[in-house]
């Protein structure tokens, strides 16, 4: 394990630990009201305050790391994985449906990837689940990008052609040799992506059209805290300083990543 990269893996790891079990972790229920203690200053009970209906605060960003990160990490591979299944599969057979899965994934490239999701989640009408699609259907075209342009370079390597002389089949190549030769330029991607799914899925709660209330999402949070900035401004700076932090781990771990698997002498 490279010493320089384990205080970032520890401190990812930590994140998606509270993630997991947040609700075992929350000092109070995220989601009772207790309208008497609305807006309440930090204090010694309840460390980052209430908002307006009285809910704990420290409480909600707990329980929002599990909205918000694990929906982030779900998202964050079902793209990686089908989009790099997809890119393999075009830069290693080439034809006719390399040209049609790139022409398709160039046309969504078009668009601004945010413009869209926010197009696409409105149509369908709001929700996590929607959010999480409309990022999805526009987040699998880089990693089809990545992968394939990795799989041309490999397909024509010395060792793929001694498996085609071995007689392994297509399929066995594609599975055994050149997506474990791509996995850690697409590893990389990912670690870095996350920072920005996180982003991009809380900025669609703020905008009403990611998780609705009362779900603890940090998004969402932010937008039931924007009118108290300047009375109550721990109310949308505790979910703010939350995506801020998650965002910053996960961005140096993905450097620090990038820096170890050195990928680009290894291809």
């Known amino acids: ?24 972790l929350t000092p109070f229920d995220p989601y009772v009201q207790d309208l008497e203690g609305a807006l309440t200053p930090p204090n010694s009970v309840n460390l980052l305050g209430t908002d307006r209906y009285g809910r704990d605060v420290l409480s909600r960003v707990i329980m929002g790391s599990q909205t918000t990160l694990c929906a982030a990490l779900l998202l964050l591979l079902t793209i990686s994985v089908v989009g790099s299944l997809i890119g393999a599969i075009c830069g290693f057979s080439g034809g006719k449906l390399d040209t049609i899965l790139m022409r398709i994934s160039d046309i969504f490239l078009a668009f601004p990837q945010m413009v869209f999701a926010v197009a696409a989640a409105g149509a369908l009408g709001g929700g996590l689940f929607n959010a999480a699609l409309a990022l999805a259907v ?79 999402e940090w998004g969402a949070m932010m937008n039931n805290g924007r009118s108290m900035l300047q009375t109550a401004s721990w109310v949308i700076l505790a979910p703010g300083f939350a995506i801020f932090l998650t965002v910053a781990i996960f961005n140096l771990l993905g450097d620090k990543l990038r820096d170890v698997l050195d990928t680009k002498n290894k291809l």
């Open 138 to 216: 526009i987040g699998w075209t880089k990693y089809a990008r990545i992968s394939r342009g990795l799989a041309l370079t490999i397909r024509n390597l010395p060792y793929i052609d001694a498996a085609k002389m071995a007689g392994t089949t297509s399929a066995g190549i594609l599975f055994c040799h050149v997506l474990p030769n791509i996995a850690g330029p697409i590893l990389v991607t990912a670690a870095l992506d996350i920072g920005t799914i996180i982003m991009e899925l809380a900025g669609l709660s703020f905008l009403g059209l990611g998780a609705q209330p009362p779900t603890a």
């Open 1 to 24: 394990m490279n010493k320089k990269l384990l205080p970032y893996l520890i401190l990812a790891g930590s994140l998606i630990f509270v993630a997991i079990f947040a609700e075992f």
